[in-house]
């Protein structure tokens, strides 16, 4: 694990670019950075995108 001295970072003067890089590094350490790739890249899946009216074919196969 990472070992960050907590009292030295909120000791620390900085500026309001400084405070949100540390923040933005904290959300990404918190949520994971796979989860918010997979937020960001999400794909539609085939079964996804066949719910709903008209989502399947009556009586045959759907040609593509």
């Given at each position: ?39 960001l ?18 009586g ?5």
């Open positions: 694990m990472l070992n960050i001295n907590a009292a030295k970072v909120l000791q620390k003067e900085m500026d309001r670019k400084d405070f949100l890089k540390h923040v933005g590094i904290a959300a990404v350490a918190l949520t994971g950075a796979s989860a918010i790739i997979k937020l890249a999400d794909q539609p899946t085939q079964k996804s995108q066949q719910v709903g009216y008209g989502g399947s074919v009556y045959g196969t759907k040609k593509s």
